[in-house]
Every structure is written in structure tokens, then in C-alpha cells.
Antibody, heavy 121, light 111 residues
Framework: QVQLVQSGAEVKKPGASVKVSCNAS????????LHWVRQAPGQGLEWMGV????????GWAQKFQGRITMTRDTSTSTVYMELSSLRSEDTAVYYC??????????????WGQGTLVTVSS | QSVLTQPPSVSGAPGQRVTISCTGG?????????VHWYQQLPGAAPKLLIY???NRPSGIPDRFSGSKSGTSASLAISGLQTEDEADYYC???????????FGPGTMVSVL
């Protein structure tokens, strides 16, 4: 069965970076895009970016320009999302989610369990 | 604030039917982009409920249905059950923002 398993919770200081991993299993890793979506406490969902595991190409929301880096390791079917220059507003649960498309269409059919990132001095 | 709007909450008695609206504009739903719906139970990750406007993934009961018309979409839950208490989010794409967008979410309560 399809599974997306994320790394554990992180506590970071303002200005630091965080790197969250998402290990995929149960399907052909390079056949689906992997998106990142975050949810601040008590808030809604916010799309951050997407990675094509086949080519390594990425796209992101303008809001995260210059702060987000997404990479992958095809040998372990793992994708990584690094967010830099953290501020308190980045405190959120970060999800990876699988999608058949990475451009301007498509749904997210499987989600990771989420990784809580807390930014606090 | 999101470019997609949803009512903050809806409620109904067990067995009743409730609907959740998702209203967008000319750069998202009205531009022809598909609408998808997710259910998020307390403390859990979102789960795909409806994709491409009105399709249910395998395992989703037919009590859940979706529709889309013009600049809006709707999610209907018939035969409401206590386990349906959750937050529900619509999702689409916005060409002006060049990003996937979510509605703010609707909390469904079963009275």
C-alpha cells in the first residue's frame, strides 16, 4: 500500500533552517510528484511547493521564494524539504503529499503523517 | 485570506444531508480548474474525499458527493454520521497566483 512516512518533530530557533524528509513506498517513486503543504496551528492548508522525483525539477509558491529547497534521493525513495531563515510564523505541521501532476492541476491522493516544526527562541 | 471561500461551519442531525460550498473566481474555479475535497479528522492528516469535481476514490462511501458549476463547487454529505465530524477543505489551482489553493475549511458538526 502507498505510504509516505515523514521525519519527526523539530524545534528550531528563529533564523535557523529545518529539513524534513518524506520516505515513499508502495508505488513507483518516480511516477508521481511530491508536494509540500503546511498547516499552522488552528489554521488551514497552504501549498508550498512540488518536486518531480524523476527529473528533480521543483516549483514553489512565490511566498517561499529564496527560502525553500526540495531535493530527492531516488536510491531510498525519499524527498526532502528544507526551509531556511525560519521565523515564528513558520511554526506549523508540514505534510508531504503525492500528486499525479506537478503543474497546474491535480489532487493530492496520499499524505504523510505530518511533521511539526516549532520555531521558538 | 484564501481566494476560495467556504462557510466556517455547518451542522446537522444524524441521518440528515449537509452541503458545503466552495466559491472562487475567474482565475481558479471559473477558469475551469478542477476542484478536489479533503476530510481532516482531528489530529490527522487530510484525506482525499472527492477528486476532479465529482469522483470518489476507492473506499470513500457514496454518501459523499461533489459538484461544480461556474465559479463554485459543493460537497454534499448525505446520511450524516458522527464519524463525519471533521474539517473539510476544497482545493483548486489559481492562475493569477500560480499556485494550488485551498479553501479556509469548514467544520462539520453532528448534533
Amino acid at each position: 500500500q502507498v505510504q509516505l512516512v515523514q521525519s519527526g518533530a523539530e524545534v528550531k530557533k528563529p533564523g535557523a533552517s529545518v529539513k524534513v524528509s518524506c520516505n515513499a513506498s508502495g508505488y513507483t517513486f518516480t511516477s508521481y510528484y511530491l508536494h509540500w503543504v503546511r498547516q499552522a496551528p488552528g489554521q488551514g492548508l497552504e501549498w508550498m511547493g512540488v518536486l518531480n522525483p524523476n527529473s528533480g525539477t521543483t516549483g514553489w509558491a512565490q511566498k517561499f521564494q529564496g527560502r525553500i529547497t526540495m531535493t530527492r534521493d531516488t536510491s531510498t525513495s525519499t524527498v526532502y524539504m528544507e526551509l531556511s531563515s525560519l521565523r515564528s510564523e513558520d511554526t506549523a505541521v508540514y505534510y508531504c503529499a503525492r500528486g499525479l501532476y506537478g503543474g497546474n492541476r491535480g489532487e493530492f491522493d496520499y499524505w504523510g503523517q505530518g511533521t511539526l516544526v516549532t520555531v521558538s527562541s | 485570506q484564501s481566494v476560495l471561500t467556504q462557510p466556517p461551519s455547518v451542522s446537522g442531525a444524524p441521518g440528515q444531508r449537509v452541503t458545503i460550498s466552495c466559491t472562487g473566481g475567474s482565475s481558479n474555479i471559473g477558469a475551469g480548474y478542477d476542484v478536489h475535497w479533503y476530510q481532516q479528522l482531528p489530529g490527522a492528516a487530510p484525506k482525499l474525499l472527492i477528486y476532479v469535481n465529482n469522483n470518489r476514490p476507492s473506499g470513500i462511501p457514496d454518501r459523499f458527493s461533489g459538484s461544480k458549476s461556474g465559479t463554485s463547487a459543493s460537497l454534499a454529505i448525505s446520511g450524516l454520521q458522527t464519524e463525519d465530524e471533521a474539517d473539510y477543505y476544497c482545493q483548486s489551482y489559481d492562475s493569477s497566483l500560480s499556485t494550488y489553493v485551498f479553501g479556509p475549511g469548514t467544520m462539520v458538526s453532528v448534533l
